[in-house]
């Protein structure tokens, strides 16, 4: 995935993030349309579960990647996406508000200049 770490927990780390970043697509997708189908993640399903494996993301109770303890830990991460995005919406709302209205390409600076403008206290 190009992501550099130093220890395995820094790199469970980095896949764990990038599970949950896989999982808040759809999550995202229903504050738009709350009837929005889990069809629509099967790919994120199977990335995040690509994921989990290469990056050695799993409970520590888990037999083999893939079993049922493996698999209740990813729902947990699903529902992790969902809280996050629930908590995070305005920002997730105001940068896709600003990346579909410009070139739908921001620097890191720009977003965090976005963000200070819009939802400094």
């Known amino acids: 995935m190009g992501y550099s770490f130093r220890t395995k927990r ?3 780390s980095i896949g764990r993030d990038c599970i949950i970043s ?3 697509g759809l999550e ?3 504050n ?3 009837a929005a189908d889990d ?4 790919q994120d399903d199977e990335d995040a579960f690509e994921i989990s494996r290469m990056y050695e993301v799993l409970p520590k109770k ?3 990647i893939g079993d049922d303890v493996h698999l209740r830990y990813l729902r947990r991460l699903r529902a992790e996406a969902r809280k996050l995005v ?4 305005p920002k997730i709302a105001c940068l896709a508000e600003e990346l ?3 070139s739908g390409v921001m620097t890191r600076a720009e977003v965090e200049t976005l963000f200070a403008a819009r939802f400094s206290e």
């Open 10 to 12: 820094e790199r469970r």
């Open 22 to 24: 896989y999982y808040a």
């Open 28 to 30: 995202a997708q229903r």
């Open 32 to 34: 738009y349309n709350s």
């Open 39 to 42: 069809v629509n993640s099967l």
């Open 62 to 64: 888990a037999s083999y």
């Open 86 to 89: 629930k908590r995070e919406w």
């Open 100 to 102: 579909l209205a410009g």
